[in-house]
């Protein structure tokens, strides 16, 4: 029965999340999972660089096509139900497995422990924020908690299986596992010699096959992703385009943003010698996990705080440990109520909520022959997959240097140099029936916009700073 209590309130707060939050994030939450489900689902929408250079796999967007395509069949695929249907489902599988493996900590948590990681869990403003988010980082989070479920609960086969999967579809979650996977081996010496255990390769291998055969099916050639991912991002470090950090950043920054106040007792848990016999060596297997990955990310140039979302369970758990030896507790608790409930309702209600609130504007009058104009850096907003219409939809591009070519500047920057030229070297643009801004850009072209008949039908609020090119509102419009 408490087991079923805390299924409920792990359902119930992911649930709540999708209504709660409603602001704009990252691109790949749109455009790595939804603008291509839409597309397989739909047969029109675009598709951006990385789904024909093979750095992507098909299957977390063809997940979504199967409610997508049972919302079409019924004829209730409204772009509400579009937007909504796919992060219930995200946000659904986030709780149940958050509460497997709360269920499965309790071979190494006391009960108090336990109560305090499903507060930490629970309370932790940035998994609230993304968990319901049809981000690759939040399917990772999932397959990497089930995995260390099943490791918990001495599932081999699944434990196996969760690693292969994760790793191909997300090839960075492989320092996490590494500490695993060598605990495991060394505790299981006679397994792995059993026929059980072939058993268990035969299956692996067959849904390593499946998948390996829809992907090569997308993309028309066989194709290793996660080849191909590891040497763009790592070999070849061509992520860097998109902006990169210091070595340090995530230790001095994204940590300490992630985690406020429950960075002190998670500090005081890998300061704690005392570990030991078969409990403790679980407890250091998960220190090791958690550094290891933080470790190998912080090689790589580009570093994003979202990079960081799959440990952050583990980081949890591992504070829940020294909480209810403090001292301090409820000062602590203060502490970590103010700080997640502010960070909770500005970044889900308030921050970056523009974008979003002009698409779904603009979704309620723009028709099949309709052009809308995106002038804002690229993949600003989501499209088809909120706007669910086969209009023509234009933004400014971004691509890295694929093709390494000397003074190479993509279509966003040539446009931010000089917004007046690009204009003038592109009268294409006036055809459009709406243009969409931030106000940043406003004074650059609004000669531009008044001499071809634009004229503002909408302004929403998106921030309370300017970001460079991002405004602190987004500006609709509508050529008459």
Sequence with gaps: MRNLKFLCLFLLTRLSSVLVVQTWFVPDEYWQSLEVSHRLSFGYGYLTWEWFEGIRSIIYPAVFCIPYKILAYLDLDSRQALIYVPRVIQALFSGWVEWSFMKETKSVLNGSQVSWFVLLELGNYFLYYVTSRTLANTLEMNLILLGISNFLSQCKGSFLLCVMISCYIRPTSAPIWLPFLLHFFQQEKRWIFSKTF??????????LGTVLGLDSWWYGKLVLVPVQFLLFNVVNDLSQFYGEHSWHWYFTNALPSLMGPTLIPLVFTFSNK????????????????ALLYILCHSFVGHKEIRFLTPIIPLLNFLAAIKLQ???????????????NISLMWYLSVRHQRGVLDATNFIGLFVNPEDKVLYLMPCHSTPLYSHLHVNASLQFLTCPPNLQHLKHYIDEADRFYENPSKW????????????????DALLDSISSHLDSNGFHLIRNFFHADMDQGRVGRRVLVFKRE
């Design 274 to 289: 005392k570990t030991s016999n078969f409990i403790g060596s679980k407890v250091i297997t998960v220190q090791l996990s």
């Design 325 to 339: 030896t403090l001292k301090w507790r409820k000062t602590f608790l203060v502490l970590f109520c103010t700080w």
């Design 198 to 207: 072939l058993k268990v390769v035969l299956k692996c291998s067959l849904v």
């Design 423 to 438: 204009l003038v070297d592109n009268p294409s643009w006036a055809l459009a029936k709406y243009v969409v801004i931030f």
